[in-house]
């Protein structure tokens, strides 16, 4: 069974808003730091941002900072993206990950052991 499922992508204008949702009913999902990577057509997968187990550790990848906020609920199983002041070059299918801790393993897709299939989030000028 796939650990982790993305929802909540879709089309949006520039500087509209998404939140997309990455929820992992049957996993341990408390003891994994969770990431979101993306992959723009033609471009290798990147990493958008990163948040510890227990939330005391984030990181942005530096295109996002300011306009995205990750975040999480242990209770529920599920990660967040909230993403403001989209952009044309957002547009890209977006993927959530689980791995140990962030230090170390982001940006590093080798280093995430659990991943979503993706969800498509398209941004238009």
């Known amino acids: 069974a796939q650990a982790l499922m993305e929802s909540g992508g879709g089309s949006v204008q520039a500087g509209g808003s998404l939140t997309l949702s990455c929820t992992g009913a049957?996993?341990?999902?408390?003891?994994?730091?969770l990431g979101w990577f993306r992959q723009a057509p033609g471009d290798t997968r990147e990493g958008v941002s990163c948040?510890?187990?227990?939330?005391?550790?984030?990181v942005y990848a530096d295109s996002v900072k300011g306009r995205f906020v990750i975040s999480r609920d242990n209770a529920k199983k599920t990660l967040y993206l909230q993403m403001n002041a989209l952009k044309p070059e957002d547009t890209a299918i977006y993927y959530c990950?689980?791995?140990?801790?962030?230090?170390?393993?982001?940006?590093?897709?080798?280093?995430?052991?659990?991943w979503g299939h993706g969800t498509q989030v398209t941004v238009s000028s």
């Open positions: 990950a689980a791995a140990t801790t962030c230090r170390g393993n982001w940006p590093f897709q080798s280093s995430f052991r659990y």
């Open positions: 049957d996993m341990a999902f408390k003891d994994y730091a």
């Open positions: 948040l510890s187990r227990t939330g005391d550790n984030i």
